[in-house]
């Protein structure tokens, strides 16, 4: 029911001109139902090499404002993975790829491949995708981070580069439509909870 009264709102607020590109809920609803729902495994399978690749794994070496904005960030999540999940990531420096242990990447796809709601799951897919962090997205899911601290967690490099290098007009407008994507799909997982 909640969903369903978020949904009319989101038509609601479009008055006598309808925009497609302003109704991100509608959007996400109509994956979960369309997409999503007749092919549950399918979809999970889709985010499992994250569990290899997680963002939250790969760090700055330098400058140390980054690496300690990122171990403020992301530590917590770390930590959270292993003692919720039982998954403990290697950590690396920089962009070279890391095997992550066998038993990990198992515990994250076993986390993925529980959730059994297809709203859940599609909320869950743009999160993870818009983040490229199946941990930020899974420790939303619990309740572990919010909306928006999952998208400062998802966000830190681009925080600090706009810190330091000031702001990119393009970079910003694209950041901005995608937040609001991000911050549909938390509200689906939340609502479909």
């Known amino acids: 029911r909640a969903l369903a009264e978020r949904l009319a709102a989101e038509w609601a607020a479009q008055g006598e001109t309808i925009d497609p590109a302003k109704m991100p809920f ?6 979960a139902i369309d997409g999503v729902a007749p092919r549950m495994a399918a979809v999970a399978e889709d985010l499992w090499p994250y569990a290899g690749t997680d963002l939250v794994a790969y760090r700055a070496g330098t400058p140390e404002r980054l690496v300690a904005a990122q171990a403020e960030a992301w530590d917590p999540i770390l930590d959270w993975a292993r003692e919720a999940l ?8 920089g962009v070279m790829h ?43 899911l ?39 994507e991000f911050l549909a799909a938390a509200e689906v997982a939340a609502l479909a909870r």
């Not at 039982?86 to 420096?93: F, P, V």
């Not at 959730?115 to 930020?136: K, N, Q, V």
């Not at 998208?151 to 490099?157: G, N, Q, S």
């Open 26 to 31: 509608t959007r996400l609803i109509n994956t």
């Open 86 to 93: 039982g998954a403990r990531l290697i950590l690396s420096e």
């Open 98 to 140: 890391v095997t992550q242990p066998e038993d990990s990447v198992a515990a994250l796809r076993a986390a993925v491949s529980a959730i059994d709601d297809p709203f859940r799951l599609a909320a869950f897919h743009t999160l993870t995708t818009l983040s490229g962090s199946l941990l930020i997205a899974l420790a939303m």
């Open 142 to 180: 619990a309740g572990r981070l919010t909306a928006e601290e999952g998208w400062e967690a998802a966000h830190v490099d681009e925080t600090y580069q706009t810190a330091v290098w000031g702001a990119d007009e393009d970079a910003t407008t694209r950041l901005v439509g995608r937040k609001v």
